[in-house]
């Protein structure tokens, strides 16, 4: 059975929802929301609802989202929702894929199976998938549906710089740097990291000249910005012209956008997926295109 779905999204995303909606020609309901003062929640849903709902719930700021999630699908459940999708355009947790010291939660495979528990199906862009191949494998659903800004932040590139050199800020950033080069057939090149810490990052950079050029830092996501501020810097250091950063995630944690700014950055551009000044893009049509290919068996 193929019906068009009810997306549902929190008062804080009415916005990006919106534009899903109108994308996709979905209903739209906001989750009311009340936090009561202990900080317990309570959500009401629409008191009825169609077979197969879509819950929008980007998931910077994930704790209490988490919480939300588990409400809200439930509820649904209980008001006759029997396809439940997840669109988290950013999926939380998905860094930590393995135990770095005994005894450490790998919270990947935690989140990823609490909401498989919820959904059968889950949307994202770029999540950051490094030591497993497929969302799949992270977020056990019947089908986990990976999505990339890299071709829309290629195309805004494409349209701001002359001959730009890409370049990805550590190693697993190449596959996005590539697959926004490929595009439009910009030259590319990764650095390589190593964290010692939360805002503590050593760049190296690729053997490439890199003297006269239009750089811009490419990658999944900026957290506390120190590792496009490091390499920025050292590519400015290194002959570039300018340095712009273009991520699909604008996490921008405390001071991150001024760490970036003090480094010697020009423009930050972002996609949609976290809601910030520097949002560039939209994935609204890219999502919503992607909700009619979920097969919904009810
Ligand atoms: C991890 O490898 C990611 O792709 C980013 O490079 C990382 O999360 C950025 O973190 P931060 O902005 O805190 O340096």
């Not at 550590?170 to 950033?173: A, C, H, I, L």
């Not at 699909?248 to 001071?255: I, K």
């Given at each position: 059975m193929k019906s068009t779905p009810l997306l549902l999204c929190f008062e804080d995303e009415q916005e990006s929802a919106g534009r899903i909606a109108h994308a996709g020609s979905m209903g739209l309901v906001k989750i009311e929301r009340h936090r009561f003062p202990d900080g317990e929640i309570k959500l009401r849903l629409p008191d009825t609802l169609p077979e197969h709902v879509v819950i929008l719930r980007t998931m910077n700021d994930p704790n209490e989202k988490l919480v939300e999630l588990l409400l809200a699908a439930q509820t649904a459940r209980d008001l006759g929702a029997r396809h439940l999708t997840l669109v988290a355009p950013y999926l939380a947790y998905?860094?930590?894929?393995?135990?770095?010291?005994?005894?450490?939660?790998i919270s990947q495979r935690i989140v990823g199976r609490f909401l498989a528990s919820l959904f059968n199906a889950v949307v994202t862009v770029d999540p950051h998938l490094h030591r497993v191949t497929t969302l799949q494998e992270a977020v056990p659903v019947a089908s986990a549906v990976v999505l990339s800004g890299a071709p829309l932040l290629s195309d805004l590139i494409a349209s701001r710089r002359q001959q730009p050199l890409l370049v990805g800020p550590?190693?697993?950033?190449a596959q996005w740097v590539a697959l926004a080069a490929a595009r439009h057939g910009f030259d590319y090149a990764v650095c390589r990291k190593v964290r010692n810490g939360d805002r503590a990052v050593d760049v190296a950079l690729p053997d490439r000249a890199v003297t006269g050029r239009q750089v811009v830092l490419l990658d999944d996501v900026a957290s506390t910005g120190h590792t496009v501020a490091r390499a920025a810097h050292l590519l400015l250091a290194a002959g570039a012209v300018s340095v712009d950063v273009a991520v699909?995630?604008?996490?921008?944690?405390?001071?991150a956008l001024q760490v970036m700014l003090d480094a010697g950055v020009g423009e930050v551009w972002s996609t949609d997926c976290i809601s910030h000044p520097?949002?560039?893009?939209?994935m609204a049509s890219t999502i919503a295109e992607a909700l009619t290919r979920i097969q919904v068996a009810v």
């Open positions: 998905m860094r930590q894929d393995i135990a770095f010291r005994p005894g450490e939660a550590d190693e697993e950033s699909t995630h604008a996490l921008f944690a405390g001071d520097s949002n560039s893009v939209s």
